[in-house]
């Protein structure tokens, strides 16, 4: 084999997500670590049913598995290669490929399987298909899973029949058995039939799908117009509060210009009446210095000559009759000013309603304050934590969600959820029904196999590819918990993480710092994994259970 083409993430185990270490493989074909498998295998005992974590497969006793030889060294052969970080190797099947029936040991990609021999070939092994005549008559068509359900599974025949009585294919033993005197047509003109219905119905779509992007463009003009709308109401709205507060400037400079000026008049006034005063105040202490020197006069006759001119007093002799009024100059000013303050607040309050009343919500990230220390202890943690619920509609099939849809557990049933555009349709996750913004904090309560997640509302949700895995692409960050160690996982990259086992993982967020904190809960909070990164949308909280595990949002208020 050539060493270049071999490919690190076929031979990886899809439990620990690391290259295999004592591969061994279960009956379904599917390889995995011997411990890995085996760990899993421990927590399904009490079931006696136990499952392929791939392909979920169950087999009943518990398969005796052997080290597959040809595995272990083909993983040797990589680690001494050094090639570790090598592409994929395209050429190989995967678990989510058709595999060529022919190949042994490690399987090529199939590219056409035969509807005759029903079984697939690679492109080496379809060559006798291609070029000897005795398969010329073969149908060969696209990679198919499904070539055995073209077999009767009572006769074991190839069904080239249709019976339209029941609705099923049949083969050619059945028509003189359970569907004798049926109304049976070949395969090949029942398919013709359905083939003009489905014409039909793609005309249908198709006329839906113009129908539809024609309302699309609707809605892309009617986006338009209320952009348009909206930035002319910004804009009119700064230009009539500019010409307020200019209003509103305007009179604030007049009535400390009218006080001023008052104040000044009132001031004058009143300093005017103050010299007058200490004028009259002078003049009387002259008087008196000058009687009381007359009062010391022994001279009778200077005295009795003296004493007319001195003793008579100009002015009132009345007690003073100022009357001030403190702190009641400017009151009327100061009244004018908060009736007019008063009444503008109620103008405002009131338009203010109505604008709210009819404007349009539209979801945003609201601007934070700026991002504080992050919490140290579990109580402060507490503080910043969110009532957190998972959305129904998100869940995959095999998901059971109960104790208020805050607990997920993974079933061999498949649940009777109604379609829905957002709802995993392969990988055993589910989304919170609350979007996240801000701070927040929150714990899962786990047991077995769990992926802690966060994502954005727009990561892919159809189909087995990684890009709707989390972790696995960069919509999603994502903690996987499985045995006793941890690996951090975010688009198609993974970090394995030290810390200790704990039941619990609490999860911090600060979106508007771009922070994202996973911590181990016990006694004490031990974090394992910090990303500082930047979060463009809003984010939900994310659960990927395994088979055979259940996983808990809990309950902290």
């Known amino acids: 084999m050539d060493k270049n083409q071999l490919n690190r993430e076929r031979l990886c185990c899809s439990i620990c997500l690391d290259l295999l270490k004592d591969p061994g493989t279960v009956p379904c074909g599917h390889s995995y670590c011997m411990k890995c498998i085996k760990t899993h295998w421990d927590g399904e005992d009490e079931k006696r049913d136990y499952s392929c974590p791939q392909c979920r497969q169950t087999f009943t006793p518990r398969p005796d598995l052997r080290k597959s030889t040809m595995l272990a060294d083909l993983v040797e052969e990589l680690k001494k290669t050094g090639l570790q970080a090598a592409p994929a190797d395209h050429c190989y099947a995967g678990p989510e490929d058709v595999a060529c029936d022919v190949c042994t040991g490690r399987k090529l990609r199939a590219s ?7 079984t697939s070939f690679c492109e080496k092994h379809l060559q006798p298909h291609l070029e000897l005549p005795v ?17 009767c599974s009572r006769h074991g025949e190839v069904m080239k029949m249709f019976c339209r009585t029941d ?13 004798k005197g049926h109304d049976t047509v070949s395969a090949a003109a029942e398919r013709t039939e359905r083939q003009r219905e489905l014409e039909g119905t793609r005309l249908n779509i198709q006329q839906r799908i113009q129908d539809r992007e024609k309302d699309v463009k609707l809605l892309q003009q009617e986006v338009e117009v209320i952009n348009g709308s909206a930035d002319q109401a910004v804009e009119h709205s700064e230009e009539m509060f500019t010409e307020l507060i200019r209003l509103m400037e305007k009179r604030r400079s007049d009535v400390k210009q009218q006080v001023r000026s008052q104040q000044e008049t009132e001031v ?29 006069t022994e001279d009778h006759n200077q005295f009795l000559q003296d004493y007319p001119s001195l003793s008579g007093l100009s002015g009132s002799t009345h007690s003073s009759s100022i009357k001030t009024r403190p702190l009641r100059y400017f009151e009327d000013v100061t009244a004018t000013v908060s009736g007019v303050r008063d009444k503008l607040q109620d103008v405002l309050r009131e338009g203010w309603t109505n604008i709210s009343e009819t404007g349009t919500e539209v979801n945003v990230l609201l601007s934070q304050p700026r991002p504080g220390p992050e919490p140290k202890t579990r109580a402060e943690f507490l503080k910043y934590s969110r009532d957190i619920t998972l959305d129904p509609n998100t869940a995959q099939r095999q998901l059971l969600l109960s104790d208020g849809n805050r607990k997920v557990t993974y079933v061999r049933q498949p649940q009777s959820y109604s379609s829905h555009p957002d709802r995993f349709t392969d990988w055993s996750q589910v ?3 609350e979007s996240l913004t801000g701070r927040c904090y929150w714990e899962v309560e786990r047991r077995g196999i769990v992926f802690v997640a966060v994502a954005y509302k727009n990561i892919s949700r159809a189909g087995r590819s990684y890009e709707c895995v989390f972790g696995r692409n960069d919509k999603s960050w994502s903690l996987y918990c499985f045995n006793n160690s941890y690996n951090f996982l975010f688009n198609k990259a993974q970090t394995p993480v030290s810390g200790p086992q704990s039941s619990r993982v609490g999860v911090y967020l600060d979106h508007r710092a771009g922070i994202l904190s996973f911590y181990s809960v016990s006694e004490t ?8 990164t930047t979060f463009t949308q809003p984010l939900h909280a994310g659960l990927y259970v395994y088979s055979g595990s259940t996983a808990e949002l809990c309950r902290l208020k």
């Open 112 to 118: 056409k399987s035969c509807l005759q021999c029903l």
């Open 525 to 532: 909070m031990t974090l394992l994994h910090r990303v500082q």
């Open 167 to 179: 609705q099923q294919s049949v083969c050619s033993l059945c028509l003189m058995d359970e569907h």
């Open 431 to 433: 989304l919170s029904r």
């Open 268 to 296: 004058s006034r009143v300093k005017e009446l103050q010299e007058k005063l200490e004028q009259e105040i002078t003049e009387l202490k002259r008087r008196d210095a000058e009687l009381q020197k007359l009062s010391h």
């Open 135 to 151: 398969y010329k008559k073969h149908k060969l068509v696209e990679p198919s899973k499904k070539l055995q359900e073209n077999v």
